[in-house]
């Protein structure tokens, strides 16, 4: 039996943050927002380097002492990636290693911590999840609290999460570029973009959002929940060329064919690895598998353009409803923290779309772990082929507002490494 470190509610003394999974524009907002309120409250944050991987080798930063003032948490806010560092670390089930959270819960009582938040996505929440199970069988008062992130935006029990509103601005804005790029030449041509999205096709939908004059910039959005059937594909295509010089092809690294295989698996590529989570791991290939298809079967000029992991980074081109909402999440989960609150997950609750307007509740960690949301299959045109303004209604608010960022030598300030 562990003892409690403070009241199950009540003053937080030493908060314990981490962040896992990819990174976002928008992860070290919530990281910010965490370290803010748990000083408004009086107590100290400490943080994992890399994540519960890092905190079992006993790696931790004093996060008081590194972000001493509102000026390193004005820059952490505006900082790409995950400041902390990152893992893709699976918990072990607690009936096969038991001794892995012993050492954990061991490590949280010498450290006097009473509340660990972790900022991440499905699998993250799964760590919560465990921590919060194993802590509520063996009696701690420590509370688990997860804070979303991830810019696949396919958390349920939340609206949206933090990192999507970011990287959809960043395709949009990326299609609506390289819309104007492609049509330069008077040259029948297809640029097939590739946007992440392994098991649902939410950020590659952000490129409906994309418009020149009024006009989509994107032609064909594929996405997983939609499976690919080539022939109509390639027909589309046609069609579209007929009418036009320049068409862009939108596609999800996750399109699948109607038989469930990933149209990345079509190429020779390497990187259909798999994480810790059995998740497939830097999957990428659906580009150029889809330009080479185009090139053979149409007879046309076929470029393959990946966007990677720009468009989880570009905090240049980040939306401040995305910045704001994040850092108002991590400062929640401190919150729920100190009303005695754990195995909990902070979320967003939408009360409107015109005007916009999201207030932030908690729902169970476990209903939302190792779970995946997809796409409305209502919001998906009926040729599978685009989305339906219901999707741009709900995605235009996310990606407003532009950060106010600090500049220095022509080039956006961001907070130094930590060593």
Not at 103 to 130: C, H, P, W
Not at 380 to 392: H, K, N, P, R, S
Request: proline letters at 5%; a negative charge.
């Amino acid at each position: 039996m562990y003892g409690t470190p403070c009241d199950t509610h009540g003053t937080l003394r030493n908060v314990l943050v981490g962040q896992s999974g990819g990174p976002t524009a928008a992860i070290n907002a919530s990281l910010a927002g965490v370290v803010s309120a748990a000083r408004r409250q009086g107590a100290h944050a400490v943080g994992m380097r890399y994540g519960i991987e890092g905190f079992l080798a006993g790696r931790t930063v004093d996060l008081d002492a590194a972000l001493p003032t509102s000026v390193e948490l004005e820059l952490l806010r505006h900082t790409p990636a995950s400041w902390l560092g990152s893992c893709r670390y699976k918990l072990p089930d607690a009936s096969e290693d038991a001794g892995t959270y012993e050492r954990l819960f061991s490590a949280f009582e010498r450290q006097q911590v009473d509340a660990v938040l972790y900022i991440g996505g499905n699998d993250s929440m799964d760590t919560i999840a465990k921590l919060g199970a194993w802590g509520s069988r063996v009696g701690s008062g420590v509370r688990f609290v997860g804070i979303p992130k991830t810019i696949d935006n396919d958390l349920v029990g939340t609206d949206h999460t933090p990192g999507y509103g970011s990287a959809a601005k960043y395709v949009a804005t990326s299609i609506g570029e390289l819309s104007c790029d492609s049509d330069v030449y008077d040259l029948k041509g297809v640029t097939v973009v590739e946007i992440m999205g392994r098991d649902a096709g939410w950020l590659a939908a952000a490129a409906a959002l994309a418009t020149q004059g009024g006009v989509p910039a994107a032609d064909v959005i594929l996405l997983p929940e939609a499976p690919l059937e080539v022939d109509a594909l390639l027909g589309r295509l046609e069609g579209l060329l007929a009418e036009k010089s320049s068409v862009i092809l939108a596609a999800s690294e996750g399109a699948r064919t109607p038989d469930g295989r990933l149209v990345a698996e079509r190429t020779n590529a390497p990187g259909t690895r798999r994480d810790a989570f059995g998740h497939l791991a830097a999957l990428s290939g659906t580009s150029r598998y889809l330009a080479q298809l185009v090139r053979e079967r149409l007879g046309v000029k076929a470029r393959a353009v990946e966007i990677s992991t720009l468009q989880r980074c570009a905090s240049h081109c980040a939306s401040a409803t995305d910045l704001d909402e994040a850092f108002a999440l991590g400062a929640a989960g401190v919150e729920a923290a100190e009303r005695g609150g754990s195995e909990r997950m902070c979320a967003l609750r939408r009360s409107g779309d015109a005007p916009y307007g999201c207030s932030i509740e908690t729902v169970d960690v476990h209903a939302v772990a190792n779970r995946t949301k997809p796409v409305p299959t209502s919001w998906i045109t009926a040729d599978g082929m685009g989305l339906t303004v219901d999707f741009e209604r709900y995605a235009r608010p996310l990606i407003a507002g532009e950060p106010s960022l600090a500049w220095e030598d022509g080039l956006p300030q961001r907070l130094a490494p930590l060593g």
